[in-house]
């Protein structure tokens, strides 16, 4: 592993960067305790260095479920794209194979199943969605569910005219229904985050470990105090602040789901499928 991929994203990586420089205020203020031992008062405030030991142990179980909690999370979202892109792609094959399409269906089709991850996308991050699937009475309040409706209703429409028949019809349900599945699960993970009680109570013992520590290890390690305050406290502070960052996977943090770019795979997958089969693709 080069050395540079170790250092590097200390000023490269917004997050790495700020767990850096508070780990360095946590350096500078075991400046104090250190002073202390050198002056006169160096009784004073002394506590033994055992109680660090003992708490440290606790508090890594405190960061190892914080942190596993958190990457849950990242995980199932990812594992939710993933079954999103294959969904896509199997609802774009079977409609495209299975439905007797001409040119404007098929490109209503595709531009639909295109627009819905990005529409999801838009949804969880609440900010607008810019597409052009609205209905006519104006901008719905959930963009994914109104583009699966006018995908159900356009299957409905040609189930009664019989150009999709009944088999066929459960074949592509059975795809369909797995974009609100994953909408759903998303909008879960996205409006349900760390019980923040749990939260406040980890940052508490976080804060009371690290403010306490310089003052129980200075009798016995001097000025190499300075040094390891820094070094316990950068991995203390970072593992709560990626953890922070991680458990809400929809969002612009480089630690965030790339979802644009899983956007544009669907869309290229989509567009190729239909293409594929006969139909005239419009470029984006």
């Known amino acids: 592993m080069p050395f540079k991929d170790v250092i590097s994203p200390l000023t490269s990586s917004k997050t790495l960067s700020t767990v850096a420089l508070l780990a360095m205020a946590m350096g500078i203020y075991s400046i104090l305790p250190v002073l202390k031992e050198n002056s ?5 405030g002394d506590m033994p260095s055992d ?13 190892v479920f914080r942190t596993n909690t958190a990457y849950a999370r990242w995980w199932e979202a990812r594992t939710l794209w993933g079954a999103l892109v294959n969904a896509t792609r199997n609802l774009s094959i079977k409609l495209s194979v299975l439905a007797t399409l001409n040119s404007t269906e098929a490109e209503y089709l595709r531009k639909r199943l295109v627009d819905f991850p990005l529409a999801l996308m838009c949804h969880l991050r609440q900010v607008p969605y810019g597409g052009d699937v609205y209905p006519k009475e104006g901008c719905p309040s ?5 583009i699966a409706n006018e995908l159900y209703r356009w299957v409905a429409e ?13 074949v592509i349900d059975a795809e369909m229904a797995k974009l609100m599945d994953v909408c759903g699960a998303c909008e879960r993970i996205a409006r349900t985050p760390m019980v923040i009680s749990y ?10 470990f690290l403010f306490t520590l310089p003052w129980g290890i200075s009798n ?6 300075i040094p390891i305050t820094i070094v316990i406290a950068y991995f203390m502070l970072g593992m709560e602040i990626v953890a922070e960052h991680v458990e ?3 969002g612009y943090d480089e630690d965030d789901l790339d979802l644009e770019g899983i956007c544009d795979t669907i869309a290229r997958s989509v567009n190729d499928i239909f293409h ?4 005239e693709v419009t470029p984006p």
């Open 51 to 63: 109680i660090h030991a003992a708490l440290s142990l606790v508090l890594g179980w405190l960061l």
């Open 142 to 146: 959930h963009p994914p569910l109104a």
């Open 199 to 208: 939260r406040i109570f980890a940052r508490q013992c976080i804060v009371l």
């Open 40 to 44: 006169r008062f160096r009784e004073m």
């Open 220 to 225: 016995d390690f001097k000025w190499w105090t």
């Open 276 to 279: 594929q089969s006969g139909f």
């Open 248 to 250: 809400n996977p929809f």
């Open 158 to 170: 040609h189930k009664k005219s019989r150009s999709i028949d009944g088999d066929d019809m459960r």
